[in-house]
Every structure is written in structure tokens, then in C-alpha cells.
């Protein structure tokens, strides 16, 4: 019986890892999905030969001709 337990005790201990990473991993992509979406545009709008407009936020800038 006490062979389970600790079977048990793993699995939640592994359970509460993968929430931690997570919450983590959804954070870091809520603080920097603005400026990652601003990196993107600027090096696609660098591509088709179109420049980088910033917006009034992070995150709004676009291309333009």
C-alpha cells in the first residue's frame, strides 16, 4: 500500500510542476506578446519592402507604403 502512495504523491507533485510552467509560460506570453507582434511586423514589413509604422501602443505599429 505504501507503494501507491508515493506513485500518488509523484503524480501530483508532476501535476503541480506543469501548472506552475504553465502559468509562467502564459504570463511571459501576456507581457510579451505585444512586443513579439511588433518584432514580427517590423521584420515582415522589412521583407516586402514596406515600412514600419509604430502605433500608438505597443503592439499596433503596421506597414505601409
Do not use: H, R, W
Amino acid at each position: 500500500m505504501k507503494f501507491l502512495n508515493n506513485k500518488a504523491q509523484a503524480l501530483v507533485e508532476y501535476v503541480l510542476i506543469i501548472a506552475l510552467v504553465s502559468v509562467i509560460i502564459f504570463t511571459a506570453v501576456n507581457f510579451l506578446g505585444a512586443y513579439i507582434k511588433d518584432s514580427i511586423t517590423k521584420t515582415s514589413c522589412s521583407l516586402v519592402g514596406q515600412k514600419f509604422i509604430p502605433g500608438n501602443k505597443v503592439g499596433e505599429g503596421v506597414c505601409q507604403d
